[in-house]
């Protein structure tokens, strides 16, 4: 599984969407590394095997600060899908 966490330079939210995640890896039992990508990214975007968190049907896309962080729901409930498409 490939975990990312995108972020713009500068981003207020990327330090708190970052726990959240380690949090959630850590509740779902996941041992593996986070790429921490900065760039020109909708920040922060939590993408599980390429897949956004938040917009799954869709790309990250654009330099913008995100107004709708994920939530830790959300997180878990992206973790688990990605656990069950692996079994």
Do not use: K, Q, W, Y
């Amino acid at each position: 599984m490939r975990i990312e966490n995108l972020s713009s330079p500068g981003c207020p939210n990327a330090a708190t969407a970052h726990e959240m995640l380690v949090d959630c890896l850590a509740v779902v039992g996941i041992n593996t590394a986070i790429v921490e990508r900065v760039g020109p990214f909708p920040s922060p975007s939590i993408l599980i095997d390429g897949t956004d968190v938040m917009r799954p049907d869709r790309p990250p896309t654009g330099d913008v600060c995100r107004l709708d962080l994920p939530s830790r729901d959300v997180i878990l409930t992206a973790l688990r899908r990605a656990i069950a498409a692996e079994s």
